[in-house]
């Protein structure tokens, strides 16, 4: 099991992002549109800049649905390597047939 501070990060950084992300996208239009001034997109740029690092989407770290691990998860299961193989050999995951030899 992952420390439970690390997994409420990063759900904390899901909500922000999810609700940034809004005013992320205008800000990041404004300033990839050449045809407004320059002196506007710097102030883009800068408001950008001074929204919190953990309302980025790139922040987010892809953890397991169950144990909160971290590392070697799949995106289409939410659930890392170990999770999806005790749930495999249980029979919970319909369509994984745990290989045996």
């Known amino acids: ?11 904390r950084r899901k909500r922000m992002a999810k609700n940034a ?4 996208a205008r800000l990041k239009a404004i300033i990839a549109d ?8 710097f102030a883009a740029t800068l408001k950008l800049a ?11 770290r892809n953890r397991c649905e169950l144990t909160g ?6 995106r289409k299961n939410k659930l890392s390597r170990i ?14 047939v745990k290989s045996s030899w």
Do not use: C, D, F, Q
Request: net charge positive; glycine share 6%; aromatic share 2%.
């Open 69 to 74: 691990r971290p590392r070697s998860n799949y």
């Open 83 to 96: 999770a999806l193989r005790e749930l495999g050999s249980k029979g919970l995951v319909p369509g994984l």
């Open 1 to 11: 099991m992952a420390k439970k501070s690390s997994v409420e990060k990063n759900n």
């Open 21 to 24: 992300a809004p005013k992320r």
């Open 34 to 41: 050449k045809t407004k001034p320059m002196e506007e997109r």
């Open 50 to 60: 001074e929204m919190p690092r953990n309302s980025s989407a790139t922040r987010i």
